[in-house]
C-alpha cells in the first residue's frame, strides 16, 4: 500500500518513520513534507494541505491508497468528507467530528451532555457580558478561543484586571480574528496533566498510551506556552486503577457520545486530560495527534501502524490488539533561539545529518528544517525532537542530553528537565 501523510511537522514525520517501517507499506508520500521526511519517503512540494484538490491531484498521480492527515486546520475545513465523496480512503474525522476541536463550545457542550468530567464555563460573544462575569467570579479563569487559534487561543490570565484586557484583545480588538469571535471562560482547575492518543472507527476507541508533554519554553515550566519541548511516554504517574477510570468516565462517554451525536469519526482522537484531587477530568479534545507526543508514542508501537490504520477504515478497531514495546521513550526538541516568538530562518544545522541514518534506538524527527543542496538549514521555531527509546526513562534521557552535550547548538536552545522528574 502507498500512503499520502499530510502535514510538514515532526508528527508527520513520526507518522511516515513508523509506515515506512511497516512492511505492508510500499512507500510513504509526504505532502509537502521537511528536511526530515523526504529520507524516508517522497516529499510532494506541490501538496498544500489546505488545498483539496492538489491532495487528490497527489493521489490520482501517485496511486496513492490512503491519506492520513496530521494537522487539524485541514480537519476543520472538511479534508475527511471531500476525499471520501471522491473515493479517496482517509483517515481523520469528519468536519463535524472535527468541532471538537475546531469549536471549544461545541466540545464543552458535547462534555456536559455526556456527562464527562470537565470544568464549569460559559461562553461569550459580548464584551461587557464578559467583563460582568468576570467581576462576579471568585476562581480564576482560563480563557479560550472558540476556534482555532494555532495553538495560541487558550490564555491564563493572572489577575481580573488581565483577564479584562485578554477579552479586550479577543472580543473587541478581534486579535484573534474569526477563531475569537466567541470565547469560552473556564473555571481553572489544577493537577497533573496527561494525554491519551485513541484510535477511533466510529464505533470503537482503541486507545494507545499515556504520555506527558512539556509545554512551556523554558525550565521548570516558566516562559511562554509552546506547540511542546518535550514529552515522556509511558505517563508514571497513570496506574492501572487510574487508567480504567479514564476509559470508563472519559473513553466510554465519548464513544456513546460520537454516536448519539451521529458524527462520523475514522480517525484519532486526542484526550487532554488534567487529573485533579476529584478525578480525571477533559482539558480538551484534539482531533489529531499530538506534536510531540506522537514522536514518542509511535516509535513504542511494535504492531505496524498500517494495522490501526486499516482497521479504522473498515472498522474492525474492535478486533484489533495493539502490541508495545517495553520500556520508555522520551523526546527533546531543539528549537531556534526566540521561539514561540520571532526567530531567525535559513541557519545552517548540518550537526545534526549525523543522525539522517537513525541510530538503534535514537531517531531525531524533524520539523522546523529543510535541505538547501549540501545543507540542512532551519524553516521553522521548533526544529527536531530528538527522540530516545529505552529500558526507562533515565536511560533515554541520558542517551538524548549526552548527544546534545557533543554538538554545538549556537542559535539553538532546548530543556534539558524533559523527564527529569521522574529519575
Ligand atoms: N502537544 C500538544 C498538541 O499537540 O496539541
Known amino acids: 500500500m502507498r500512503i499520502l501523510v499530510i502535514g510538514s511537522g515532526g508528527r508527520e514525520h513520526t507518522i511516515g518513520w513508523a509506515l515506512h517501517n511497516d512492511p505492508a507499506v510500499s512507500k510513504v508520500f509526504f505532502g509537502p513534507g521537511n528536511g526530515g521526511t523526504s529520507l524516508i519517503g517522497i516529499n510532494l512540494p506541490n501538496v498544500n494541505p489546505m488545498d483539496f484538490n492538489s491532495i487528490v491531484d497527489a493521489v490520482e498521480s501517485n496511486e496513492i491508497g490512503m491519506v492520513v492527515c496530521g494537522p487539524e486546520d485541514p480537519l476543520a475545513a472538511g479534508i475527511y468528507d471531500y476525499l471520501m465523496k471522491k473515493g479517496i480512503a482517509s483517515i481523520g474525522p469528519s468536519q463535524k467530528g472535527a468541532q471538537l476541536e475546531g469549536s471549544k463550545i461545541f466540545a464543552k457542550e458535547f462534555l456536559f451532555n455526556m456527562n464527562i468530567p470537565t470544568a464549569d464555563y460559559r461562553e461569550f460573544s459580548d464584551p461587557q457580558a464578559a467583563y460582568d462575569y468576570i467581576n462576579d467570579i471568585n476562581w480564576e479563569p482560563v480563557i479560550k478561543c472558540d476556534g482555532l487559534a494555532a495553538g495560541k487561543g487558550v490564555l491564563l490570565p493572572e489577575s481580573k484586571d488581565d483577564a479584562r484586557q ?7 480588538d478581534g486579535k484573534f480574528k474569526g477563531a475569537g469571535r466567541k470565547i469560552i471562560i473556564e473555571k481553572r482547575i489544577s493537577g497533573f496533566e496527561t494525554t491519551l492518543l485513541s484510535f477511533v472507527d466510529g464505533e470503537t476507541i482503541l486507545p494507545m498510551l499515556f504520555s ?7 525550565e521548570n515550566n516558566e516562559g511562554l506556552n509552546t506547540g511542546g519541548m518535550g514529552c515522556l511516554c509511558p505517563s508514571p504517574r497513570i496506574d492501572n486503577e487510574l487508567r480504567e ?7 466510554e462517554p465519548t464513544s456513546k457520545g460520537l454516536k448519539e451525536y451521529s458524527i462520523p469519526y475514522k480517525g484519532i482522537l486526542y484526550f487532554g486530560l488534567m487529573i485533579t484531587d476529584k478525578g480525571p477530568q477533559v482539558l480538551e479534545f484534539n482531533v489529531r ?12 508501537l511494535k504492531t505496524g501502524l498500517s494495522v490501526p490504520l486499516n482497521a479504522i477504515k473498515d472498522g474492525k478497531l474492535n478486533k484489533t490488539k495493539l502490541e508495545w514495546h517495553d520500556g520508555a521513550a522520551v523526546g527533546v526538541v531543539l528549537a531556534s533561539d526566540g521561539y514561540p516568538g520571532s526567530y531567525k530562518k535559513g541557519v545552517q544545522i548540518d550537526m545534526l545529518k549525523r543522525w539522517d541514518e537513525p541510530e538503534e534506538n535514537f531517531i531525531v524527527f524533524h520539523a522546523g528544517t529543510k535541505r538547501e543542496g549540501e545543507h540542512l538549514v532551519t524553516s521553522g521555531g521548533r526544529l527536531v525532537c530528538m527522540t530516545a527509546l529505552g529500558e526507562n526513562l533515565r536511560e533515554c534521557r541520558d542517551m538524548i542530553y549526552s548527544r546534545i552535550n557533543e554538538m554545538n547548538l549556537e542559535g539553538l536552545f532546548y530543556r534539558s528537565d524533559i523527564a527529569a522528574e521522574y529519575v
Open 166 to 172: 485578554v477579552v479586550k484583545e479577543i472580543l473587541v
Open 212 to 218: 506527558q508533554d512539556y509545554k512551556r519554553a523554558h
Open 245 to 251: 477510570q479514564i476509559i470508563t468516565e472519559i473513553v
Open 289 to 300: 495527534m499530538g506534536d510531540p507526543e506522537t514522536q514518542v508514542i509511535l516509535p513504542l
